[in-house]
T-cell receptor, first 112, second 114 residues
Framework: KQEVTQIPAALSVPEGENLVLNCSFTDSAIYNLQWFRQDPGKGLTSLLLIQSSQREQTSGRLNASLDKSSGRSTLYIAASQPGDSATYLCAVSRSGNTPLVFGKGTRLSVIA | EPEVTQTPSHQVTQMGQEVILRCVPISNHLYFYWYRQILGQKVEFLVSFYNNEISEKSEIFDDQFSVERPDGSNFTLKIRSTKLEDSAMYFC????????????FGEGSRLTVL
């Protein structure tokens, strides 16, 4: 059974810092990995999707990497801003239409 | 930009009552999902739906739950007799089912069972 773990559970950084959020999964036979952002009481916003054949994806100040063989992904946020404060969730699927398995998330606070 | 929409945003109900949560997936998507998130816990898969039938369901999705696509646009989740432990945020999601398999989520429906 796939398990997804995210470390740290919470992170507080001053504005402007670069930071890395970690995600690990127990079964490396994944089809894709998605990073989401969740604001308090709100829905899930897709940030980046990495397919199993890819090593990384970039969108603006965000860069996600995938090391499938070791069961790890990282989300790098450059030059953090207070507006980046949210919970970041990592999720994996074993095929294109199978359910996502989520981690518990990392709650990020960026202090101005 | 197309989006998944959910109604209601918040529903309060008494234990034992029936609840229907509604979703309008993105129009050209073929796969539909319901997930839930109990406060402070992980987002959990409930059920997936394709070609007018359930394609996969989790252990959580017992006989109290049902899904339906009553017309060409709506996708509903019904809870027949709500329990206190059904209190959660329920998310609808959809995907095209091809290419990357990216899921797009709605804003969620918060269900509070008293």
């Amino acid at each position: 059974k796939q398990e997804v773990t995210q470390i740290p559970a919470a992170l507080s950084v001053p504005e402007g810092e670069n930071l890395v959020l970690n995600c690990s999964f127990t079964d490396s036979a994944i089809y894709n990995l998605q990073w989401f952002r969740q604001d308090p009481g709100k829905g899930l916003t897709s940030l980046l999707l990495i397919q199993s054949s890819q090593r990384e994806q970039t969108s603006g100040r965000l860069n996600a990497s995938l090391d499938k063989s070791s069961g790890r992904s990282t989300l790098y946020i450059a030059a953090s801003q207070p507006g980046d404060s949210a919970t970041y969730l990592c999720a994996v699927s074993r095929s294109g239409n199978t359910p996502l398995v989520f981690g518990k998330g990392t709650r990020l606070s960026v202090i101005a | 930009e197309p989006e998944v929409t959910q109604t209601p945003s918040h529903q309060v109900t008494q234990m034992g009552q029936e609840v229907i949560l509604r979703c309008v997936p993105i129009s050209n998507h073929l796969y539909f999902y319901w997930y839930r998130q109990i406060l402070g816990q992980k987002v959990e898969f409930l059920v997936s739906f394709y070609n007018n039938e359930i394609s996969e369901k989790s252990e959580i999705f017992d006989d109290q739950f049902s899904v339906e696509r009553p017309d060409g646009s709506n996708f509903t989740l019904k809870i027949r007799s709500t329990k206190l432990e059904d209190s959660a945020m329920y998310f609808c999601a959809s995907s095209t089912g091809v290419d990357t398999g990216e899921l797009f989520f709605g804003e969620g429906s918060r269900l509070t069972v008293l």
